[in-house]
Nanobody, 115 residues
Framework: QVQLVESGGGLVQPGGSLTLSCVVSGTLMRFYDMDWYREPPGKRRELVASITNSGTANSADSVKGRFTISRDNAKNTMYLQMNSLRPEDTAVYYC?????????WGQGTQVTVSS
């Protein structure tokens, strides 16, 4: 079956960096548009960044210039490079893959930004 597995989360100080990975198995990621979402404590899940199957990327205003989404179809893996992290970036980060008629989510990885 199709699985998405995130990794790379952890505890980081403000101003630090982390790179999240999302490994897709059970299908070919190159057919999917991919997204990163996050769910801060006590808040709704929100879209952070997206990348189409052709590689067009977009990101939310709150992370623009700090976060970069990318994908490596040969490795069936998507990435989120996060720089200049702030306490308000603390959240569970989820990856999602979608194509017409299909949508898959990972289980999430915790990112905590704190001194």
């Amino acid at each position: 079956q199709v699985q998405l597995v995130e990794s790379g989360g952890g505890l980081v100080q403000p101003g630090g960096s982390l790179t999240l990975s999302c490994v897709v198995s059970g299908t070919l990621m190159r057919f999917y548009d991919m997204d990163w979402y996050r769910e801060p404590p006590g808040k709704r899940r929100e879209l952070v960044a997206s990348i189409t199957n052709s590689g067009t990327a977009n990101s939310a205003d709150s992370v623009k210039g700090r976060f970069t989404i990318s994908r490596d179809n040969a490795k069936n893996t998507m990435y989120l490079q996060m720089n200049s992290l702030r306490p308000e970036d603390t959240a569970v980060y989820y990856c999602k893959g979608k194509r017409i008629g299909y949508e898959y989510w990972g289980q999430g990885t915790q990112v905590t930004v704190s001194s």
